[in-house]
């Protein structure tokens, strides 16, 4: 419904399609080299005096400009008494502030030419706009005017609780396999509740947040400190830093906000559970692994794991569960369903789902699961093999360099800037998968890909024949 | 089909805000001179058997989309719904000398994965890969369409994915929706067919698979589009040795809809729904006709866009959906449809229905303002330059043209033709094409406790009732 609904999803989904105008790299008999050319983007990187992080990435090629802005929270750490809050909050940002009315903010981005969107993950909530290049003085305004004058009235905050329960019902209630397993799996595989809570949010706790909520969570998270702003596209680098300083450099230093325990205990023992979805035509199964810590080169590894199970109709349980044994359509799934690898600051799980049908019993689907999964506990990954992962890496992060919405680059961007104030990093990315061994593969699996580190989520219907008929 | 959201996408829409805005005491800066903006230029050729080529030289990264076009789709399934779907799934099972899995990672080694789909009208088999293998590509693509293999033994698995598959979308109440209000639309044509049945499924043989290859496809039925950057003399090489001897196939049947405007209710239960799935609409002028630039216009003031009327009434102001949106959707020979879709709070049903007839009767007699108008006029060109610079979005842009019949400026002139839209025309377009007397409304819900109170709006007296 929405043009642009969501980033969210794997590295290569998120980057689906898309490059830009005519400027021509290298020719395709130099890219073939021993060597293959990996992605160069332009960062510029500094933070303001009251501690905002500025990411500037200039790409002249198409005459618009991607501005984003990150702020370091997302549900996972929202509330504890108000499940649902960050995504709330998310909306509530887009209402009236000291010297905007409610919708005027989205009216100077598509009014001139724009889209504009929210959206709200485990670790930050974001704010982005593509827009003509002439438009980027006022959206980074509307930026600055965000972070420093929301002004909420209660009749607002009223409208996009019923918005925002709406989204809900279309999402979730009214829709089978609403919340599998992107909601069902965190809930089961984690304990620690900041991993564990429902993100949408209960209806009760959506229904009792007040005006004075709002603003301690405003005061708290949504400061300088906490924000990273990416503009990437056709702009004039020394106009836009000094538009920025303009807008941005007078909003007050606050602190950094605390971030508190969001560890999650070594799984002992495998866990699963049983789900109905009273709407639900066919069973379902989902599994999720607890996933090594970011940037480590076992998490690196992983990224590589997943490609070669589960990314693409090449990947083995692909080629296993769809192609040899029928079970479903496909099989989907990777790092962190909410995003991807690269866009959390916290626990992570990595997970695969399918819809099948009744008269595959799950048992049967996870003793093939188990066998490709042993295969790679036990054989080395061939050269061939590791070396179409890469190129899987490879094509998606060009795209992600090359699209002209540039969302997959401002969230790379943003992230990097957040979580290791190192936004760089998107250039090294493919070095370091690089260093990836066989022998850590396999390690990685062993250490990783076993039942006692693993959640199995069943999916019964509650009427697996009768649906609404015309 | 299964639409499975992977995150809260949340996405705060927004709408104009028609309310006051007096107390601003500080304001926006202004916009500075828009840039110009040139499509890519493409080279256009045709092979001697009728295949279509475009190469549009384009973007900043070595990577290459080809997509081949084929002019046929579920128009060409006949009583069998579903065929052209279990085709493309076909293709997709081993072409020359590779097998499914042998396909999969060739794919996959020029960093990509073949996408093969059937719609109404078309089927596209597309392959995005990395620049290098452009050429390789356009073999692969080559095998694929003139070489499957067509095995029947994987005909039974695939014909019970399409089963698994038609059955959740059964479940989904915006597909039931959507199937209802297609029928009604376009009858027994394909068009208003848009999920298969258990039984138009088991009828299908690999034998009706294989004829609609041998029938429907073909070189004077097909175009190949690349996009992004290549090297063209090999990528050319390779066309020519790889579909030079394709034979041209048989021209496409003409299959013309009529659609139905008849004003028509069907009201469908779905018992404890917490929301009511609506679909309202008519068929239109599609994108040959002259009046179709103002009802795209009209349309998208309506409801196409972010700042759109029915956002900024039902959601932003009433707070009864996440989203209301219409869009019209071509087909070929120039048949369209306009399609109001929303989901609303049940019990704030029929209080939509009356605000979504109050809106329509609006813009048929009311022009815009002047300021309204142009926001929505920046927003389509902005898109369509958002939308023209990416590989596929372009491929999609020319595909739009190639079925339609388009002329060769379209594209060119499409923002010129955008802004040259008045407030009279929008009311003059929204009076001519969006008759609510015409309309086929669709309603899926909880009908024990709603269906009174949509039979009694004023709105909907005299409606043929199903």
Known sequence: MRMFRSIAGTLAAVVAGCAAAPVPSAPPAAVRAATPAQINVPVEYYRLPNGLRVVLSRDPSVPTVTIAMYYHIGWRIEPRDRTGFAHLFEHLMFQETTNLAKGEADKIVSGNGGVANGSTHFDYTNYFQVVPSHVVEPVLWVEAERMRGLALTPESLQNQKDVVKNEVRVNVINQPYGSFPWLDLPEHANVNWYNAHNFYGDFKDIDAATLADVRAFYDTYYVPANAALVVAGDFDSA????????????????????????????????????????????????????????????????????????????????????????????????INLSGNMFDYDGPALWSAFLIHDPGVADAQILRDVDEVISHLQTELVSPAELERALTKIRSALYDVAGSPTRFGLVELLASFALYDDDPARINRLEAEFRKVTPELLRRTAQQYLVPTNRTCLSLRGARMAAAPKP | MMRRMSAILLGAALAAAAAGSATARETPPSPGMPRAFALPTKQDLRLPNGLGVTLVPFGTVPKTTLALVLRTGNIADGPKTGLADLVADMLKEGAGDRDAGGLARLAAEMGGALGIDAGPDQTTVMLDVLAERAADAVGVLADVVRRPRLPASELPRLKANLARTSAIARSQPQEVAGEAYAHLIWGDHPYGRTLPTETTIASIAIEDIRQFVAHEFGAARAHLYVAGQFDAVSVE??????????????????????????????????????????????????????????????????????????????????????????????????????????????????????????????????????????????????????????????????????????????????????????????????????????????????????????????????????
């Open chain 1, 239 to 334: 106009a836009t830093r000094a538009s920025i300083a303009r807008y941005f450099a007078p909003l007050p230093a606050r602190p950094e906000p605390p971030r508190p325990d969001v560890s999650e205990p070594p799984q002992l023992k495998q866990r699963s559970v049983v789900l109905t979805d009273p709407l639900a035509p066919r069973p379902a199964l989902a599994i999720g692994y607890h996933v090594p810590e970011r940037n480590t080169p076992a998490w690196y590894a992983f990224g590589l794991l997943d490609e070669i199970l589960l990314q693409g109709d090449d990947s083995r349980l692909w080629q296993r569960l769809v192609t040899e044994r029928g079970y479903s359509d496909s099989v989907e799934g990777g």
């Open chain 2, 237 to 466: 090489r390779a066309l020519n040795d790889r579909f030079g001897d394709w034979a041209p196939g048989s021209p496409p049947a003409a299959h013309p809809p009529v659609g139905s405007r008849t004003r028509t209710v069907k009201l469908i239960d779905r018992p404890g729904a917490a929301q009511s799935t609506v679909m309202l609409g008519l068929p239109v002028a599609g994108p040959a006709t002259p009046g179709f630039m103002r009802l795209s216009v009209a349309n998208a003031l309506f409801g196409g866009s972010l700042l759109s009327r029915l956002d900024q009434d039902l959601r932003e102001d009433k707070g009864w959906t996440y989203g209301a949106a219409s869009r019209i959707t071509p087909y070929a020979g120039s048949a369209a449809v306009w399609t109001l879709a929303t989901d609303v709070n049940a019990p704030d049903t029929a209080p939509a229905l009356a605000e979504i007839f109050k809106e329509l009767e609006r813009l048929r007699s009311t022009p815009p303002s002047a300021e309204e108008l142009k926001a929505i006029q920046n927003y389509r060109a902005g898109t369509f330059v958002i939308g023209a610079s990416s590989r596929g979005g372009l491929i999609a842009q020319l595909a739009f043209c190639e079925l339609q019949g388009l002329p060769a400026d379209w594209l060119t002139n499409y923002v010129a033709h955008l802004y040259a839209v008045t407030p009279q025309d929008v009311r003059a377009a929204a009076a001519e094409y969006l008759d609510p007397g015409e309309m086929t409304l669709v309603v899926l819900g909880d009908l024990r406790t709603l269906k009174p109170a949509i039979l009694a709006l004023p709105a909907l007296s005299g409606a043929s009732i199903q």
